[in-house]
Structures are given as C-alpha cells and as structure tokens.
C-alpha cells in the first residue's frame, strides 16, 4: 500500500473529448475495456488514475477491473513516459552481451529506474524483449532511434548527446 | 427434462443435462474435491484440485466445469488423480504463508483439511517468505494475501453477487494478488463491508477485524458493566460453531453461555430493538404514505445496503428509512434511557453486540449513529464467530448447558422481531405492525408472499383501503437490479426491503464458516431461514407492537413512535460518499 509520488497529471480538454469518444464507439461491444485501454494510452501515453476512473465511469465497470487489465498487460504503464523513450533490450542475445550492465548505467545516468519518469519529464527507462537487431548485441532505442554493440561508456555519452540537444544537464 | 446417462466410478447415474461431472458425482454419492468451486458464487475451473479421469479423454478433466455427457465414464480416484491433485497442492503451499497454528482458519480450512487428506509434503516445493503487507485498515476486515491461494471466490462474491467489485486480481504470474484498484487499502476502496468476501474464502486470507480481546478487556474491568445483545438470527447460526446441525435454535444456550463470560456480564435480546425498529419504520411509512413522502421507503437496517446507496446511489438517499438499525438503536436506548433509570454513567457501561455481519462492525463506528458526541453507542460489534471463539476460550461446555433466558428489562420480544435476521423478514415484521395501526381489525398475521428464495418478490397489499406496493430483495446485485428498474420508472412501491447477503443476515459475511461441502450441496441458507420463522411461528407475541418491552419504553422514555425523543435517539442521517474512494 506504499504511494508513489507521481507527477500531477495534466489531462487536457482535448485529450478528455477523444477519449469520450473512442469510449462511445466502443462501449457497446463485448471486452471494450482492452481496446478502449488501447486507445487511453495512445491519447494520453499512459494510464493514470484519473484515465481510469474515467474508463470505468464510460464503460460501466469497476475501478478495480480496469485496474486489474491493465496490470495484468505489460504494455500498459501506468506512469508517464519520458520525451524520450529509452528502451534496452534484455532478450536473450543481449542478455549474454551484457544488457544488465547497459540497463545499470542508463538508470545510474539518469537516477531512475526501470519504469520510471525522470522529474523534468525528459527520460523515461524500460526494458524490452528483443527488437530483431541481436547482431548489434547489446542493443538499446531512444525513441525510434537503434543503438547497438554498446559499452557502458558508450551509454553515457549517447545520453549526454540528447541531454546537449535539450539544452540542459541532468 | 432432458437426462444423460453416466458412470461414476462404474456407478450408473441418471442427471439432468447441464449438470457437470462434479454434481453427477455427488448423485453417486461421491464428493470430488473442489477450492475455487463454490456454488452459485465461483466456477471457473481454475485450481485444478478436482481433476478426474475419464475412458477415451485424454489428459485430466476439471470436474466442476466439464459436462456430464452421455456414455462418459469417470473415475474420480486414479492414481493418476491422486498424483496430480498432491502436486497441485503442494504447489499451492509452496507459496502459502502456512502459519496454521495461530491461523483463526486453524481446522476450519479447505487447504489444510485437502493436505490433510492427500497426505502432501508442504515443504516440497521452496516456500517464500511472506510478502505482502497484511491490510488491517479497515474497521471490519483484514486481508492477509500471504495466506490467499488465489481461488478468486472473494473476487467472484464481491463481483458477481454483490455488483461491488472492489477488488480484483492485480498483475500476473507470480506477482498476482488480489486487492483493490491502485492496490489501496480496502479501507480507502468503496467498499461496503458486508463481509461476503470473508465467507467466501476457503483459507485463512480474508477474516473480520477480531475485537474480542477488547471484550475480555472490558469484562476484566472492575468499573465497567459489559452488556452484550444478539442479533436475531445468531440464536439460528451459532450452533454450527459447537457442531449442532445448521439450523439448531440455540437461544437459551447462547443466553447462559454469554453470562458465564465474565461475573456480572448482561444479555439482553436484540429482537427487542427489531421491533422497536418496526413501530418507528411503520410509523414512517403510514406517514410517508399519507403526506406525499418520498417513496418508495427502503428498509435502512442493514449497513451493507446503506453504504452501497451511500456510494452508488445517493440520489436515492431519501428513500432510506430514517430509522437507526436495531444495532444502532439498542446502543442508544442503552446508552440513554437504561443508563439513566439505573444511574449508569454512560462511559461505564461497555456494550457489545453479536451481530452476524462485518458491516455492523463499520456501522458501530459511525460517527453519524452517536446519540452523544462524547461516545459510540455501540463500544464493540462482534461477529457470530467471534462470540463462538470467546465462548471456547471461557472453556464453557456449550452443548451441555441449561437454556437460560435473557436478562431484564430487554427480555422479551416478538417473533416480528425475529425474523429480522432473514429476507423479506423486516417487511414482514412491519406489514404486521402497520395493518393492525391502519386498520384494528386486521388478522393476517403470516406474510407467506414474501418470504422464500425468490431473487425479487413483489406483492400488492390492501390494508384499509390504502393498496400498498411491497418488494423485497437480498444480495447487492439483485439490488442494484431493482434500483435501475425503479430509477426509470418502470417500477411503483410504497416500501422496499433490502438485505445486502443473499438470503438475509442467517447468510452473513460474519456467520459461522461452512465447510465447502455443506455449502455446496445443502441449502443452509433455508434451513437457517426456518429456524427463524420456526421461532416465529411459536412466539407468545407475532406483531412488534404487543411487546410488553416496547409499551415500557414509550411509556416510560420515548413517548410515541416519531416524536422528539424518539427522534432524537432512535433515528439518523445518511451521508453520499464516492464512488471510486472510501
């Protein structure tokens, strides 16, 4: 029952009214709820309590259903991402490279770990299963961007690259 | 009806279609193990306990989900059965928190009583050290997920029978638990409190809040006087607790068990208050009825029920009877007028009362039932099990006891009053007391029509010219049900009864736990019912309003029903809550 902190959340009007939306045409057929979650993260990029709540009061079913399905799915996040999304591969091939240590540094780089949000919102950290580049073991994306037969060091220099870009230090 | 022709275990059974293997057994007389099975609340086929083999399947079948079909043959102990239903166990300990010596499941547990009997290795598989932190916020239950083997029959009762579902499996794989949404306490959830998740679980995870040690406390307190009162259908519950058959009448045992508690301890008989509850609500509704009130009236005794309107329709709050419950009320009139005649201060005098139900325990603390701000009416709710595990420990030999009767001035009762503990028992009660005031020569004294099985039961009576539209119903989603059909106005009372459990208080959530094969194959629910209408039917008194005990306290304290002291004690306010938070 421990409460993490997370960033306020920041719905606009516009985001509510799409969500609305995606709601009403869904609402009438069977096992809505996952598709209409789809739809959720597309808008808002994750799910927080308030875009539940609003889910389950559209749709007509429980708190703790909604909270239940997207629990159970690891698609679903339920805290926000960053502007830019990190994502190391622990597959297999990665995993023998090494990936442990890359995903070690990046949460050391940025003071966050695996799941989480940095505070100003710039870097979020995953983990992923393979994205079909085990050639380039270990692999890791920002964004849509591949980052391949990495070093810890490597690491720390591609996010110093992006952090240059946003014109800030972390 | 359409019949298929069966053997199991080479006996020949005729069953109904639709039946599955695990009720074509029981036809022959064989009993397949079950945990996630429970009758009319959970069959999902999920814990693989009642696996059987059957000619020409291949693999194991899950009896409480697979049709009986025409020509099958099932065999129900294999040793291919046996094998998998121990390993399924074992697995299923591996990560149990197996603290069974303190567990208050102790040798009431559908877990223990499997390993028992299968003979499994608990500590074949490597246990895990317990995990989760125990949820005891709440005022009425505690959830303990290190004991839960995830069977979802507390999911089920809260989804599917009560439309509450305020809790549901979270995560998957290995990190599955149940709990509510955003993993908050239940406390914090819009739960309702009727406990129907408690007595749904087969193992030691879900439990009422225990306060009898504040019990003992009290009664070992040489400035308190502890007066305890029963809810009126403990007297057809609690002997399931000492082993008498479901549906034993218990009264006078109970009474001279619960004065051999502790020296000086006081019993009184809670159907006193269910009918002062009736000459209040009567009088309400002949009010409601004859100066454009707002109707349809609802019966406002059972916490469950108020809480759910409180969080899921508040916009029927009006309707709810402004009658405390007979808990809420017993506390006040002790607390007041007992305290007062006999020079009591109010602070020194510990009430306790045994109440069938997890929500009274939410109820009692409810700021809004006080009738002086300095103190609760009601100091501890307990539940029937509760009583039973005090009862034990005092080391009293309750099979053996001499019936006693209950302490005065709160003795005597009606038979109104008892059937409070049953469906359809409340309007009853007050039919019989609202006929014979509307019209003195009125004799229907049995309300047949109301009572029974039924989901909803609605009748038309007509009482001195005045028809008066009734419904009753029990279980939330029943409930829920009515309400939709009322708010579009395709439905028209005068007064609605409404009892959270299914079938009333004898089915609840702080009853006696039945053991799954009582549950699942006898209807306990009707036998408890009729000890109550047994009780009834030889009552010296039927109709509350002959109680000598409700003429003595209007005589002597609250004047008549709905007047100022009456109001003021024996009457309350609702508040709307939210649908997502506590």
């Known amino acids: ?170 | 009806m359409e019949t298929v022709h069966l053997k199991i275990n080479n006996i020949p059974v005729e069953v109904p279609k639709g039946y599955t293997i695990l009720q074509a057994a029981k036809e022959a007389n064989i009993e397949i193990p079950t945990l996630c099975y429970l009758k009319d609340i959970n069959c999902i086929g999920a814990c693989r306990v009642c696996m059987v083999e059957a000619k020409n399947r291949r693999g194991l079948l899950a009896a409480c989900v697979y049709p009986a079909e025409e020509g099958l043959e099932v065999f129900t102990n294999t040793p291919a059965v046996i094998k998998s239903r121990k390993t399924t166990l074992e697995l299923l300990l591996s990560t149990h928190h197996k603290k069974c010596l303190s567990c208050v499941r102790n040798n009431n547990c559908e877990l223990q009583r499997l390993a028992a009997e299968y003979g499994v290795d608990e500590d074949r598989f490597t246990s895990e050290e317990p995990i989760y932190e125990i949820d005891d916020a709440s005022p009425y239950i505690v959830r303990d997920n290190n004991k839960c083997i995830q069977c979802m029959r507390c999911v089920a009762a809260c989804k599917n029978v009560q439309s509450v579902s305020v809790i549901g499996p979270i995560k998957r794989g290995f990190a599955v638990h149940v709990g509510s949404a955003f993993d908050k306490s239940l406390n914090d959830s819009p739960c309702v409190g009727c406990g129907q998740c408690v007595v749904s679980c087969p193992v030691g995870a879900l439990t009422e809040k225990s306060q009898e040690d504040k019990v003992w406390e009290a009664i070992a307190d040489p400035e308190k006087q502890v007066v305890f009162y029963t809810a009126p259908s403990i007297k057809a519950t609690l002997g399931e607790s000492f082993g008498l058959p479901v549906g034993t009448n218990v009264d006078g045992k109970m009474t001279a068990a619960i004065r051999r508690l502790g020296e000086g301890v006081k019993i009184f008989n809670m159907d006193f208050t269910a009918d002062l509850t009736i000459l209040e609500e009567a009088n309400e509704l002949i009010e409601r009825v004859q100066n454009g009130g707002t109707l349809p009236m609802f019966t406002s005794c059972c916490p469950g029920w108020v809480k759910f309107v409180e969080h899921y329709y508040p916009e029927f709050i009006p309707h709810l009877s402004t009658c405390k419950s007979p808990q809420a009320m017993f506390g006040a009139v002790l607390k007041s007028y007992y305290c007062e005649k006999n020079n009591i201060d109010p602070k020194n005098l510990f009430v306790v009362s045994v109440i069938p139900c997890t929500a009274k325990k939410f109820e009692a603390s409810r700021p809004d039932l006080r009738s002086n701000e300095a103190y609760d009416d009601v100091d501890v709710a307990l539940t029937t099990r509760e009583l039973a595990r005090m009862i034990k420990r005092a080391g009293i030999s309750f099979n053996e006891l001499e019936e006693e009767d209950y302490d005065a001035p709160f003795n005597k009762a009606t038979g109104g009053g008892a059937i409070f503990g049953a469906t359809g028992g409340v309007l009853e009660a007050a039919l019989r007391t609202a006929a014979r005031t509307l019209d003195g020569e009125f004799k229907k004294v049995d309300f047949e029509e109301v009572r029974g099985p039924e989901a909803v039961r609605t009748v038309t009576y007509e009482v001195a010219g005045i028809k008066i539209n009734v419904a009753v119903t029990s279980g939330l989603g029943n409930a829920r049900q009515l309400l939709e059909k009322i708010k579009k106005g395709e439905a028209d009372y005068q007064m609605v009864e409404i009892m959270a459990c299914p079938g009333g208080c004898i089915n609840g959530g702080g009853q006696p736990l039945l053991s799954d094969s009582i549950r699942n194959y006898v209807d306990y629910k009707a036998l408890r019912s009729k000890a109550l209408y047994d009780y009834d039917a030889a009552a010296e008194f039927r109709c509350s309003d002959e109680s000598p005990v409700i003429k003595m306290v209007y005589d002597e304290y609250f004047e008549a029903p709905g007047k100022e002291k009456a109001h003021k004690y024996l009457h309350t306010t609702y508040v709307p809550r939210d649908k997502y938070y506590k």
């Not at chain 1, 991402?81 to 995993?95: D, M």
Request: contains cysteine.
């Open chain 1, 1 to 170: 029952m421990a409460e993490k902190t997370l960033p306020a959340f920041q719905g606009t009007p516009e985001q509510q009214q799409k969500l609305q939306e995606v709601i009403e045409q869904n609402k009438q057929l069977p096992g809505a709820l996952l598709p209409v979650l789809h739809e959720a993260q597309e808008i808002y990029g994750y799910l927080p309590i308030e875009v539940q709540q609003m889910v389950a009061d559209g749709l007509g079913v429980s708190l703790s259903e909604v909270y239940g399905v997207a629990t159970f799915y690891s698609r679903f996040s339920l805290t926000p991402k960053g502007k830019h999304r990190i994502s190391v591969c622990l597959g297999t091939a990665c995993y023998v490279k090494g990936a442990d240590k890359i995903l070690a540094e990046v949460e050391k780089k940025l003071g966050i770990k695996s799941g989480e949000c940095t505070a100003d919102g710039l870097f979020s950290i995953d983990s992923c299963r393979c994205v079909g580049a085990c050639g380039l073991a270990p692999v890791m994306m920002i964004d849509e961007d591949v980052y391949g037969k990495l070093t810890p060091a490597e690491v720390d220099k591609i996010i110093d690259k992006y952090l240059a870009e946003e014109g800030g230090s972390n």
